[in-house]
């Protein structure tokens, strides 16, 4: 348990590092909205909406298995 707490602080060093690195402001367009953010928190959201896509469709398949498997 200590490791996993150990990584994972180290990974929000490094992503905070990154963040605070890529301050430049980037305009961005997204279905018609059209705002303005900092590099790396824009990185970032797409970090967590791609983690989030990637969980839904996991967790979906998950499903369909555990549903094929219990009709057996």
């Not at 200590?2 to 990154?18: E, K, Q």
Request: proline share 1%; net charge positive; charged share 10%.
């Amino acid at each position: 348990m200590w490791v996993a707490v150990t990584v994972g602080a180290l990974i929000l060093l490094a992503l905070l590092i990154f963040i605070l690195q890529n301050t430049e402001r980037t305009a961005i367009t997204f279905l018609g909205w059209n705002f303005s953010l900092p590099l790396g928190i824009a990185l970032l959201f797409a970090a967590i909406a791609g983690l989030l896509v990637m969980a839904l469709v996991g967790g979906a398949r998950i499903w369909q298995l555990r549903h094929a498997y219990n009709k057996r």
